[in-house]
């Protein structure tokens, strides 16, 4: 992968606030919209969502899923040009009180200062996905896969 496609995957993942979350519901996929964060070396990403949830609940039965994340749509003609990078991972909760926790909450909470009102609700959780592989695409005829240790290389991009 050239260095500029390294550095755009460096910003989508920075920028990007929000991700598309497949699981699987009834053995056919299911996504979702998720708010996420991810740590600086982007070895984990983190959802904060309810427990009432679809996705939620799919990935209590199945811990494979998958992120989304795509640039931002700027207007331009074609759409398909989008860079985007799809994160195969396995999910696993974080419960309140955990080793952990705190800074989690905090790496959230500067990214997401309103979700404040979300950590008053019982219902609502951290999970980390923890990246196994992906699928990166950077336009036109720049399409790479990615592994964990490519995403802690480009995260110093």
Request: charge should be positive; avoid cysteine; hydrophobic fraction near 40%.
């Amino acid at each position: 992968m050239d260095a500029q496609s390294e550095k755009l995957l460096a910003h989508i993942i920075r920028t990007s606030r929000i991700a598309s979350l497949a699981t699987l519901r009834d053995e056919a996929p299911q996504s979702s919209m998720v708010a996420f964060a991810a740590v600086s070396d982007f070895s984990a990403f983190y959802i904060h969502v309810s427990r009432l949830a679809q996705h939620t609940v799919d990935m209590q039965k199945n811990k494979n899923v998958s992120l989304l994340i795509v640039e931002t749509d700027d207007g331009r003609a074609d759409p398909q040009t989008l860079a985007r990078v799809s994160i195969r991972g396995s999910a696993e909760q974080i419960q309140n009180g955990e080793p952990g926790y705190t800074p989690i909450k905090e790496l959230y909470l500067a990214r997401f200062p309103e979700a404040e009102q979300l950590f008053r609700l019982a219902d609502f959780s951290f999970w980390r996905i923890n990246p196994k592989g992906g699928r990166y695409v950077a336009g036109f005829a720049k399409a790479f896969n990615i592994t964990p240790d490519t995403l802690k290389k480009v995260s110093v991009r």
